[in-house]
């Protein structure tokens, strides 16, 4: 008889982790995702900052999971799904049918209703948008050294990031290295070290609430030191190609990029359940849709109160691959009593510790109850992160980059490559 199918959509931390946790389970897996590959979302800044090139933070979807038997992949986008007659119906007007539904379609940029901010700040979540903030910042030196005009100079090397979360931090963080110390021999007109590096969050503190105070405030410290601006307790209130406006002040700049918010995907919109403020789909203590236990709803797109700590399960990678290992092991059980659903347990988030680079050297971390700081937490963060990569050379070669960098101060992968951030560099005058 053929095997009940498990289609599973979003091959993000959640997805691969749910269709790992199915691989010996007498279930046929279908991944469906927009993209061919994975992304360790984490280091996506490493390549907008020229750290990292992007294929040694991604890796093929198909090779990943080449292995397993029991799962097919599906380069495709989902644009409707059926619950009462279990299909999930793509782009190219395929359906898809199904016995159990993982959604693991994760989350995208907010602009908190003002979406015609994206033309002038984008956001960080695709490889894409990596390599595009990455040709936009270097396009940004790149005419400052030619340009005459003192003020417009300035533009140029203004760089302001909108969002202390981790993203914010680390990207603020990334390009004042650069500035000051990576590229600084690089050009003869201008003193790069003179750039400008904003940081703008509408909190009184950077970094999100998973954070110690004690930590946040060294985190600040730290970006101070390494000559950025952090302006907290403010919010933008305007956007455009010549700069921001924040606290009634006017901030000429010609690289804005936005880590303020994310919203879940659209997709949940389809469900036709109850979402909260930031279109996340709540579900039931097993990641259950309410009345559809055959449905799950994983990673950034759940809404999942986190009873231990209060408040919601955080979306980040560890909590995302928990789920999609829980729901997995449900699935897997259920499949081999004959598909019926049995008294699930409860899911529990264990919180791993929470960590954010700063720089060269300089990170925080909260890990086990204690608070790390330096040198050390930047290492624990190093080493955790490579541990996580996908696939051994991605790992060897990230870590060889790091230490070379550590070392000479010198980052590889500045390069300007097709039309990405062409325009956005060159505003009009």
């Not at 990455?134 to 090397?157: C, G, I, K, Q, S």
């Not at 750039?195 to 110690?212: K, T, Y």
């Not at 097993?286 to 236990?293: F, V």
């Not at 990230?398 to 560099?425: K, Q």
Request: proline residues 5%; aromatic residues 6%; positive net charge.
């Amino acid at each position: 008889m053929p095997r009940p199918r498990v289609v599973i959509i979003g091959a993000g931390f959640a997805g691969l982790a749910a269709a790992r946790a199915l691989r010996r389970a007498p279930v046929a897996v279908t991944i469906i995702d927009r993209q061919n590959h994975h992304v360790f979302q984490p280091l996506l800044y490493q390549v907008a900052s020229a750290a990292l090139s992007p294929a040694q933070i991604a890796a093929p979807v198909r090779a990943i999971l080449g292995a397993q038997r029991n799962t097919e992949i599906v380069m495709g986008e989902v644009v409707g799904i059926d619950l009462a007659l279990r299909g999930v119906c793509l782009g190219s007007g395929e359906v898809l049918g199904y016995e159990t539904l993982i959604i693991a379609a994760g989350a995208t940029h907010s602009y908190f209703g003002r979406d015609d901010w994206a033309a002038f700040a984008p956001g960080l979540k695709t490889i894409d948008d990596a390599l595009a903030i990455r040709a936009r910042l270097l396009r940004a030196f790149e005419a400052a050294e030619r340009e005459t005009d003192p003020e417009r100079v300035r533009a140029l090397l203004t760089f302001v990031v909108v969002g202390a979360g981790p993203t914010g931090v680390e990207m603020s963080g990334a390009i004042a290295e650069i500035a000051r110390s990576i590229i600084r021999a690089d050009y003869r007109r201008i003193d790069t070290s003179r750039a400008r590096v904003v940081l703008i969050e509408a909190q009184a503190r950077v970094l999100p609430s998973g954070f110690p105070d004690v930590l946040c405030a060294r985190a600040a410290r730290d970006l101070r030191d390494m000559g950025v601006e952090v302006r907290t307790g403010e919010r933008v209130t305007a956007i455009d190609a010549r700069g921001v406006e924040v606290g009634g002040v006017r901030i000429e700049s010609c690289n804005v990029i936005w880590a303020a918010g994310v919203r879940a995907s659209p997709l949940g919109a389809l469900l036709g359940t109850d979402l909260d403020a930031n279109g996340r789909v709540k579900v039931g203590a097993d990641l259950a849709l309410p009345g559809h236990p055959e449905v799950f709803v994983i990673g950034d797109l759940a809404h999942v109160p986190d009873g231990a700590r209060g408040g919601l399960v955080p979306g980040v990678a560890p909590a995302a691959m928990q789920m999609g290992r829980y729901v997995g092991g449900v699935v897997a059980r259920e499949s081999r009593r004959g598909g019926a659903p049995g008294p699930r347990p409860a899911f529990r988030y264990r919180d791993k510790g929470t960590l954010a680079t700063i720089g060269r050297a300089r990170a925080v971390a909260r890990v086990a109850g204690m608070n790390l700081t330096g040198f050390v937490a930047w290492a624990f963060w190093a080493l955790l992160h490579v541990f996580f990569l996908i696939g051994f050379r991605n790992r060897v070669m990230v870590m060889f980059d790091w230490v070379w960098e550590y070392v000479f101060f010198e980052r590889g992968a500045r390069l300007i490559t097709g039309d990405g951030g062409r325009s956005e560099a060159a505003p009009p005058t």
